[in-house]
Each structure stands twice: as C-alpha cells, then as structure tokens.
C-alpha cells in the first residue's frame, strides 16, 4: 500500500510564528486530506486538497502530486493550533484506503 | 447537518472481555470506515463498508474482531476477547462520492482494556 511520511515529527513554536508541515507518500494520488487533531482526539478536516493550493484563513495547503508531497502552511501560530496534524493520502491505484501518516505534533506556547 | 455520532465515549474492560462500539454516519454517505488510532500513532484502517458491502477488511484482526453494517446506515464493530493491546481510540468515518470522498469522523470511542 501507499507509503506516507510526515515532517517534522515534533515541532513547538511561539506564539505568532509561521510554519510549514510536509506530507510525502509513495504513489500517485486521486485524493488527499489534512487533519488537525485537536487534544480530546477529534480529527477535524482543514483541507480536501487532491493538487493544487487552497487557503483558509491563516492555514494553506499545496500539493503537488507529481512530485508526491504536500504541504501545510501555518502562519501566524495561535495556541489553539496545538494538536496532532496528519495528511491521509488516497492512492490512484489499486486500493483506495485513505491512508494517515504518523502525524506532526505542534505546541504552540503562548 | 448532524456529523457521525459514535458511541460509547469511553469504556474500560477487562482483558478477555467483549465490547461493542456503534457509529451512525452523516445522512446519505454510503461509505463507513472504521479506524483503530493507538495512542502515538496515526490510525489505521480496520473496515471499509460501501453501503452495507465490505471493500476493505485486510487488517481487520477477525479472529477477535467482528464489524456489520445492516441496512447500510448504522455500524457496530464487536471485540471479543478483548486483549490489551486493543486499548486505543475506535474512530468512525464516513464520505459521499458527492464531495470527492472527503472523510468526516466522529468523536471516537476511547477503550482501555485492564
């Protein structure tokens, strides 16, 4: 099956820093989403984003699935930012089992 | 528009034990995925329903675990016996074709098995 590796794995920033996660996997892809796991452990959805770069306020995502990576773009850090981030790609291929990463945990201290 | 609803919140068993989680989806998504998240780690797929039709159960441990959707709408995952290695966070799932398969989960089903 796909293979999916988040980076960094641990990441703590100040209050009001920007920062970018990475996401790379394995195969082609037809799907792709960004997690946020808050701390009481509900996935909450940021980003359906398959290719291309979307925005939400201060949260945006590229992906750019010829190169089989993505990004998360976190500027302007809130404490409420902290939890665990995973992508879960979807391969274009055989199975389509959305597959998670290990995650990035962030800490955002105030 | 109601998300996926799981139940119980939290059980805690006794290894050898049996439990049984239960998850209704959001209106309308024919596709139901059941996740096992062990803590520190990202979760894994256990089952993947497509109205009430398994897609996926290739790491479904069937000697112990047992997983149903009737009617294609609500599911029930069953564990029995309990071993504790299967204290994690039970997390269900479900997506529409419509929205290009985009997951929603619910709240998750946490189990700890002393």
């Known amino acids: 099956g796909i293979q999916v590796e988040q980076s960094p794995p641990d990441l703590i920033l100040q209050e009001g820093a920007n920062s970018t996660l990475r996401c790379n996997f394995s195969?082609?892809?037809?799907?792709l989403q960004w997690f946020h796991q808050n701390p009481w452990g509900q996935l909450i959805n940021l980003f359906y984003i398959p290719s291309g770069t979307k925005q939400n306020g201060r949260l945006s995502a590229t992906t750019v699935a010829t190169e089989r990576y993505s990004l998360l773009y976190i500027s302007s850090s809130q404490t409420t930012d902290s939890g665990v981030y995973f992508c879960?790609?979807?391969?274009?291929?055989?199975?389509?089992?959305?597959?998670f990463g290990r995650g990035t945990s962030l800490i955002v201290h105030p | 528009e109601a998300g996926v609803a799981q139940s119980p919140r939290y059980k805690i068993i006794e290894k050898r034990q049996s439990v049984a989680f239960w998850c209704n989806p959001i209106s309308g998504h024919a596709t139901l995925y059941w996740y096992q998240q062990i803590l520190g780690q990202g979760p894994k797929l256990l089952i993947q329903f497509q109205n009430n039709g398994v897609v996926d159960d290739s790491q479904l441990p069937k000697d112990r675990f047992s997983a149903e959707r009737l009617k294609g709408v609500d599911s029930t995952l069953k564990i029995q016996p309990a071993k504790l290695e299967d204290s994690a966070v039970y997390l269900c799932a479900s997506s529409s074709q419509g929205e290009g398969n985009t997951i929603y989960f619910g709240e998750g089903s946490w189990l700890t098995v002393v």
């Open positions: 879960a790609p979807r391969s274009s291929g055989g199975s389509y089992i959305p597959t």
């Open positions: 195969d082609s892809v037809n799907n």
